[in-house]
């Protein structure tokens, strides 16, 4: 993972300065078929001219991508200039690179010519005019028939759209028609919309498969603006949002990127002390960091100039401690995005322990109403008790009789209120037999605890008890 650094402005003596240098070395043909009035215009515009080798030399264009010093990686602003950095032990060389995802250099030069008030030069050696689609292709689909509109969508590029399909032959110097060969092929190209990004280093070399690409590699446009038509890049055209989010602990925050510069292609970065993680494309492995706006897998390129990403906060902080502020970056070519994040933990409140309740002893039902209804026509007694149990506990009713009419009487069962009532019948017994004989009932809970009453026979009536 490479740490990132970025600076200020350019210009001052404490600054190091980046530009590209373009040269564009013509055939013998094309560079004899300059009229002397182009030559006028072109010096005019401080183009120079190297006849021994039928070069042109273009004025010097400030350059920004990203400077290489060992793992470390600058920005270079849109306006070229960068805080003059420091210089690891060891190291001899440094590199500009097209984008943090293809570290693949672009110039490689001596680590001396960093110092205080240089300038590098970045040489760009073109070797010829590009594709040179016009206003008068239409190619029904085809890649370069496409750009975006003035609302981010995609149209084709007919005459009298919004966005001009010209890129190539669109010079200030030329007619805006495309020609075959001969130097006004070349002339039209001179100050076009890719010429622009050619100067910029972004726009290296749309005819890969014809024309041997820029900075003496293997890069080409589709490398590094990935096949898009030049009008559609922006050097503005970089924005994250939002770039200031609050998350609470073990949640996520969705974030998108918006791309549409010279790399089209961003990178997540954090440094030392970052809390949390942040997560771009997982098609190209778990926790990737990478966001590509294209997918080079298909014949035409699809462009996601809008993409989402994720910040995922950290399940809990340091014991505490209930917010922590942190912060990342997202980074393109020159230009850097920081992303202020404030994680919060809302403390868990301490559970109240539910005291254990205190065992209480068990306590014996308690005696409320005892009936008894004295049935003459049966020559029955019917019997009732009600009770109730202070802990709630069940209850059962256990039933006997004592004294002389036992012998003469019988038990005849429970009454219509259940086992809580009985029926004595007591037919044939004699009033003396029926005068001392006693009923009894035990009430007894679930837990062995009883109350027990005995009452007389032919003693009827409603009584209260209340024990």
């Known amino acids: 993972m490479f740490s990132i650094i970025w600076g200020c402005g350019g210009g001052g003596t404490s600054k190091v300065a980046f530009v590209s240098e373009v040269s564009w070395a013509l055939p013998l043909d094309v560079w004899n078929e300059i009229p002397a009035t182009d030559r006028q215009e072109m010096l005019k515009k401080g183009i120079k001219f190297e006849d021994a080798t039928r ?13 290489r010093i060992g793992e470390r990686l600058y920005p270079i602003p849109e306006n070229g ?133 820029l900075f003496g590699s293997d890069i080409s446009c589709y490398d590094n603006h990935k096949s898009r038509n030049c009008q559609d890049l922006k050097d503005d055209d970089f924005a994250v949002n939002p770039t200031e989010i609050v998350v609470q602990c073990g949640q996520q925050a969705r974030l998108t990127v918006k791309n549409g510069t010279c790399s ?45 990403f994720l910040y995922i906060a950290p399940a809990t902080l340091p014991e505490g401690v209930t917010e922590l502020k942190t912060s990342f970056m997202c980074v393109t070519t020159g230009q850097v995005r920081v992303v202020n994040v404030t994680v919060r933990c809302v403390p868990q409140p ?37 009770a109730e149990d202070p802990d709630g506990d069940t209850l059962t009713y256990t039933w006997s009789w004592s004294g002389p009419a036992t012998s003469c009487g019988r038990d005849a069962g429970a009454g219509s209120d259940g086992t809580r009532s009985r029926v004595y019948d007591h037919e044939g017994c004699s009033a003396t037999q029926e005068a001392t004989t ?30």
């Open 264 to 308: 089209n292609e961003s990178i997540l970065l954090t440094t030392t002390g970052f809390v949390g993680q942040v997560k771009g494309d997982e098609d190209y492995g778990p926790g990737s960091q990478l966001i590509r706006h294209y997918d080079n897998a298909t014949p035409q390129v699809n462009h996601l100039y809008e993409r989402e």
């Open 438 to 467: 006693k009923v009894k009932v035990v009430v007894r809970d679930s837990k062995g605890a009883e109350a027990t009453y005995e009452h007389l026979l032919r003693n009827e009536g409603s009584f209260d008890l209340n024990f």
């Open 350 to 386: 301490t559970p109240t322990p539910i005291p254990t309740p205190t065992p209480q002893p068990n306590r014996a039902p308690h005696l409320l109403r005892f009936t008894n209804t004295f049935l003459p026509g049966l020559h029955s007694n019917a019997f009732k008790m009600e």
């Open 55 to 67: 070069t042109l030399r273009f004025p010097q264009t400030q350059f920004h991508t990203l400077l």
């Open 81 to 213: 200039g960068i805080d003059l950095p420091e210089i690891p032990a060891g190291v001899t060389e440094a590199s500009v690179i097209s984008s943090p995802g293809n570290p693949k250099p672009l110039h490689t030069f001596p680590i001396t010519q960093l110092a205080a008030g240089a300038t590098v030069v970045i040489p760009i050696k073109y070797r010829g005019p590009l594709g040179m689609n016009s206003l008068d292709d239409q190619v029904p689909g085809g890649r370069h028939l496409h750009s975006r509109d003035e609302d981010g969508g995609t149209t084709t590029c007919p005459p009298g759209t919004k966005s001009p399909c010209c890129e190539d032959q669109n010079g200030t110097l030329g007619d805006g028609k495309r020609y075959n060969n001969g130097w006004k092929r070349y002339r039209n190209f001179i100050g076009s919309t890719c010429f622009q990004w050619v100067l910029k280093g972004c726009c290296a070399n749309e005819g890969a498969e014809i024309i041997p690409a």
